[in-house]
């Protein structure tokens, strides 16, 4: 009787698919608070569901997930989608979005070099940042590497602007246009992450998938 293999299981040895690395850099400062951090976490909670009723995105796709509020924190760190269990999320304390990027950037330099070493084809990664508001600490560091970074193709970064969001300084750290949230519709920002990271599962790595424009008529953002 040959032993049975769960699906997802975060071993490489037991789980060799290639990898979609996806870094979540979530904005939970004060101004997060009420509506906002409630929708937020419906959002995950969407994401983490559609993800892992996919069940080749369940094995491929891996999610981390960064906060910033008062401090940065590692909310989860990198597992299969089908291990992945969203965490709530309260609001608290200022911006520390420089420090949570260049964290985000360190992170996923780590996890790459883990598939590398083990073996383990993967994706170009890809780093969502959500905020409300503008950085409270030194940012221009982590926009060099972001910038660094996209010009190498080492990672695809997004970055989403909430309401009253400093859009010009996302301009400025992401390569691609920022995205400006329609209202708090964090539950269909997070179905689109989703539907995306499954097409990218589907592929070979190195393919360009296209994706759905979101600023479309109808869709979740603006820019």
């Known amino acids: 009787m040959t032993d049975q293999i769960p699906f997802g299981t975060d071993d490489f040895a037991e789980n060799p698919e290639p990898r979609c690395p996806s870094v979540l850099i979530l904005d939970v400062s004060g101004s997060m608070g009420g509506a906002r951090i409630a929708e937020l976490n419906a959002g995950l909670q969407v994401y983490r569901d559609e993800l892992a009723a996919d069940s080749l995105a369940a094995k491929r796709v891996e999610v981390a997930v960064l906060t910033f509020g008062g401090a940065v924190e590692l909310a989860n760190d990198f597992c299969t989608a089908s291990s992945f269990v969203a965490p709530t999320l309260t609001a608290r304390g200022d911006t520390p979005m420089g420090a949570a990027i260049n964290q985000a950037l360190d992170l996923l330099a780590a996890r790459k070099q883990l598939y590398k070493t083990n073996g383990i084809a993967f994706y170009r990664p890809w780093i969502f940042l959500i905020t409300d508001g503008g950085p409270t600490d030194e940012w221009q560091t982590a926009a060099q590497r972001v910038r660094e970074g ?32 329609d209202g708090l519709r964090f539950r269909d920002l997070f179905q689109w992450l989703s539907n995306s990271q499954q097409s990218v599962s589907k592929s070979t790595p190195g393919d360009e998938v296209p994706l759905t424009n979101p600023a479309a008529p109808g869709g979740w953002a603006a820019v």
């Open 150 to 181: 996209e010009s190498k193709k080492s990672f695809s970064f997004f970055a989403v602007g909430v309401q009253e969001a400093r859009m010009d300084v996302l301009t400025q750290i992401a390569s691609r246009e920022p995205l400006r949230l």
